[in-house]
Structure formats: C-alpha cells, structure tokens
C-alpha cells in the first residue's frame, strides 16, 4: 500500500492528451510538500519529468505537464505518443511518517 | 555529467547481509548539497525509498526499514555504500543508487538482488 495513490492503469490513443492522478494526504501533498513525478521506459531507469509541481528539467518535451492542489497532483501529456507508454510515478516527502521520500505505486500509460 | 553504477551480489541467502556499492563519476561525492539515495524495486511493484546519505556525511533512513539498514560514504573513493542485515525473500527486488536533493536528478540503472536458498 503506498502512501501515494495512482490509478494502476489509464490509456490512450496517439494524439489524445491524459491526465495521472496522485492522491496523498495531510502529511505530504496536504501539508504543502511538492510532488515530482518519473517516467520508466520498460527495462530502464526511472527518469525526471517533472519536479516542484510543474517544472520540467531540460530536455523533457512541454506535452508534460504538472499541477498541485491540495492533497492531490496530476501529471498531464497530451499530443501522445507511443513512445510514451511507460510506468509513471509521483514522489513526495511526508513529514507525518517521517519518509523524506515517498512514491505513488506507479500508472502504466498504454498508448 | 554524474554517473552512478551499482555493483554487488546478484544472490543473497537468507538471514544474511546484502553489501551494495555505488560508484560515483563525473562528480564528487562529499560537496555539494546533493543526497545520495537507494532506492529498491520488488518484482512487479512500485518504488521504495531505502534512505540516504547526504555529503555531510549525515543520513536518513526509511523508518520501515531503519533497523536493518546502513549506508556509508567513501569520498576519497567516490562510492557510496548499502548494508540490509537479516535479509529475506520479501526483500527481493531491482536496488538502485541515485542522487538528489528534494527529487531524484540522476539514476544508476540498478542491479537485481535475489534473496534466495
């Protein structure tokens, strides 16, 4: 059970935009701690795609997208594309359980 | 650019001691803001934050599994170190080295530990 929920799974089809939730609570998101967000090709090493809410590292296409309320996030892609089917994780603290780094269970993008 | 390369045991019995070691190149590891994180994968599931070691030397660990876990940093050899003690089959599972501060910036690729009679 991870303290960061996502929807195991969401779909799309190439040109389509679709958003991933990531549910915390009080402790994390809710307490104001930011969320960043991975993407994991098949066979290959998570990778930065978003950090502080909404900000992308350099080299990551502006079809990714990030947005905090509350004790919720979404990551949002639109225009997709097949090489976007990957795992996408969201990441934040959580001072209540005292994990410096806690992960959503992971969405698979079907593209 | 910073590279990060995990090397160990593939195979580790049970009730005994996984030792892992990050090599760290194209940056040093004892300046900087940065933390120096493992990071695990089970099989199938999600990721699991195991602690760091910041370049202070001072460290956090995941309080699940803090009892159990050790990371160590060699600056002179530009590595990082995990130790889990009493190891068991529900600690099978890609581990991976890493650094970052509030996010992960950079990723070695992981090496799989299986815990195994």
């Known amino acids: 059970q991870s303290v960061l929920t996502q929807p195991p799974s969401v779909s799309g089809a190439p040109g389509q935009r679709v958003t991933i939730s990531c549910t915390g609570s009080?402790?994390?998101?809710?307490?104001?701690?930011?969320v960043h967000w991975y993407q994991q090709l098949p066979g290959a090493a998570p990778k930065l795609l978003i950090y502080n809410n909404n900000y992308r590292p350099s080299g990551v296409p502006d079809r990714f997208s990030g947005s905090k309320s509350g004790t919720s996030a979404s990551l949002a892609i639109t225009g997709l594309q097949p090489e976007d089917e990957a795992d996408y994780y969201c990441?934040?603290?959580?001072?209540?359980?005292?994990?410096?780094?806690?992960f959503g269970g992971g969405t698979k993008l079907t593209v | 650019q910073v590279q990060l390369q995990e090397s160990g045991p593939g195979l580790v019995r049970p009730s005994q001691t996984l030792s892992l070691t990050c090599t760290v190149s194209?940056?040093?590891?004892?300046?900087?803001?940065?933390?120096w994180s493992w990071i695990r994968q089970p099989p199938g599931k999600g990721l699991e934050w195991i602690g760091y070691i910041h370049s202070s030397g001072n460290t956090y660990y995941n309080p699940s599994l803090k009892s159990r876990v050790t990371i160590s940093l060699d600056t002179s050899k530009v590595q990082f170190s995990l130790k889990v003690i009493s190891m068991t089959a529900a600690d099978t599972g890609v581990y991976s080295c890493a650094r970052g501060i509030k996010w992960i910036d950079t990723w070695g690729h992981g090496t799989l530990v299986t815990v195994s009679s």
């Open positions: 009080r402790s994390n998101l809710g307490a104001g701690y930011d």
């Open positions: 990441q934040s603290y959580d001072g209540g359980l005292s994990v410096h780094m806690v």
């Open positions: 194209g940056g040093p590891v004892g300046s900087g803001d940065y933390y």
